[in-house]
């Protein structure tokens, strides 16, 4: 049975961003950002009838998307903050090596800036 779930195929992802804030305060408030997802993701999976078994195709598939996200962040006077976010975006250059076409970012931070 496969998952829907691409966290499960995930092997790692690094992803930096750009975002332009609408509040008041520095870097707070909403915000729409740009983002580059470089990914290791398992390859496609294929599933044998005749003896119920499932392989990989490509085991590690190194992908990099591009996508677009919102997001909002309160800082408090004393320096707290909750921040929270969600993306979307598509794989560019090896989609069709694995079981998925897009990378979705959610994020829920609290933290502290100095």
Excluded at 21 to 36: C, D, H, M, T
Excluded at 52 to 65: G, K, L, M, Q, R
Excluded at 82 to 104: C, P, Q, S
């Amino acid at each position: 049975m496969f998952s829907n779930n691409i966290n499960d195929d995930l092997n790692y992802s690094v992803s930096p961003y750009y975002r332009r804030y609408f509040g008041k305060k520095y870097a707070a408030g909403f915000f729409v950002e740009g983002f580059g997802m470089l990914t290791s993701i398992d390859g496609k999976k294929i599933y044998n009838s005749d003896d119920h078994s499932i392989f990989t195709e490509n085991p590690d598939v190194t992908d990099f998307a591009l996508g677009a996200g919102l997001g909002w962040k309160w800082v408090s006077k004393g320096g707290f903050l909750i921040e929270a976010n969600m993306g979307y975006g598509a794989l560019l250059f090896n989609a069709n090596k694995t079981d998925h076409n897009i990378v979705n970012k959610i994020m829920l931070n609290v933290g502290y800036r100095f």
